[in-house]
C-alpha cells in the first residue's frame, strides 16, 4: 500500500521533470537558431544592401540542403516546445483572469516576465509559422525577394511585431533556464537579469537595422 501511494506520487513528478528537460532542451536549441538566424539576416548590412553576402550565405545553406531539411527541422522543435510548454499555459479565459489577478497582487517582476513570455508564445507559433511557410515555399532565399516582401510593406509591419516578440520571449526564457536550473543564483541575479535585457535590446536593435536596410537600401 505504501509503495503504491510512493509510486503515484513519484511517477507523476518525474515525469514533469522529463518533460521541464524536453522543454528547456527544444528552448535552448530555438534560442541559438533565433541567434543565429538573426546574425545571418543581418549578413545583408555588410555589403550595405548589395545582397551578395547574403546571396552567397543562402546559397550555401540551399545548396547543402540544410534549409530545405533544418527549416522543417526547426518548425516541429518549435511545435514540440510549444506542446510541452502548453501544459501550463492558461488557455481558458478562467485561468487567464486567475493569472493576471495573482500578478497584480504579487508585485513581483519575475511573475510578470512568465506573463510577458506565455503571451508572446502564442503569437510567435502563429507568427513564426507563417513566416516559415512563406520564406520555405519561396526558395531560393534572395536578398531582392526579401526586400520585396519587406518594402510591400505588410511584411514590415509583420516583422516590427514579430521581431519584439520573439526577442523578449528568447531573452526571457534563457534568464528562467538560468534561474529554474539553478544557474543563475540570489546572488548574481539582478546582474544576469540586467545583461538579459541589454541582449535583448542590442538583437532588437540588429533586426531593425537589417529591416531599415532590406527597406531603403537592397534593390527589390
Ligand atoms: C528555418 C526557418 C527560417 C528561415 C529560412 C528564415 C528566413 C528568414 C529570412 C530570409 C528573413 C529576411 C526577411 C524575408 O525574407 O522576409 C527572415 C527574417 C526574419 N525572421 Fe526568419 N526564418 C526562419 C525562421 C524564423 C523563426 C522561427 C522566427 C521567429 C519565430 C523568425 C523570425 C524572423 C524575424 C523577426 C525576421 C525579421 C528580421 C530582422 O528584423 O532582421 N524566423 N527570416
Do not use: C
Not at 3 to 24: C, H, K
Not at 186 to 205: D, Q, S, V, Y
Request: glycine share 8%; hydrophobic share 55%; aromatic share 10%.
Amino acid at each position: 500500500m505504501i509503495a503504491d501511494e510512493t509510486i503515484t506520487r513519484v511517477g507523476p513528478v518525474r515525469s514533469e521533470a522529463y518533460l521541464d528537460l524536453v522543454q528547456m532542451l527544444t528552448g535552448v536549441g530555438l534560442v541559438a537558431f533565433m541567434w543565429v538566424h538573426m546574425i545571418l539576416v543581418a549578413s545583408i548590412n555588410l555589403d550595405l544592401g548589395g545582397g551578395r553576402v547574403m546571396n552567397a550565405i543562402a546559397h550555401f545553406f540551399e545548396a547543402t540542403y540544410m534549409a530545405q531539411i533544418g527549416g522543417p527541422m526547426i518548425a516541429a522543435t518549435m511545435l514540440v516546445h510549444f506542446v510541452v510548454a502548453a501544459r501550463k499555459l492558461p488557455f481558458r479565459l478562467r485561468e487567464q483572469k486567475a493569472i493576471w489577478n495573482h500578478s497584480v497582487s504579487f508585485h513581483h517582476q519575475d511573475t510578470w516576465l512568465w506573463v510577458v513570455q506565455a503571451s508572446t508564445a502564442f503569437i510567435i507559433l502563429i507568427m513564426g509559422s507563417i513566416h516559415m511557410w512563406t520564406v520555405l515555399t519561396s526558395l531560393p532565399i534572395t536578398a531582392a525577394k526579401s526586400a520585396g516582401r519587406i518594402q510591400g510593406g505588410w511584411w514590415l509591419a509583420f516583422y516590427l511585431v514579430l521581431l519584439p516578440m520573439i526577442e523578449l520571449h528568447v531573452g526571457i526564457g534563457i534568464y528562467r533556464i538560468g534561474v529554474k536550473w539553478g544557474f543563475i543564483k540570489r546572488a548574481n541575479r539582478t546582474a544576469l537579469h540586467g545583461f538579459e535585457n541589454k541582449l535583448t535590446l542590442i538583437m532588437i536593435g540588429i533586426g531593425l537595422v537589417s529591416l531599415l536596410t532590406f527597406l531603403v537600401l537592397t534593390k527589390a
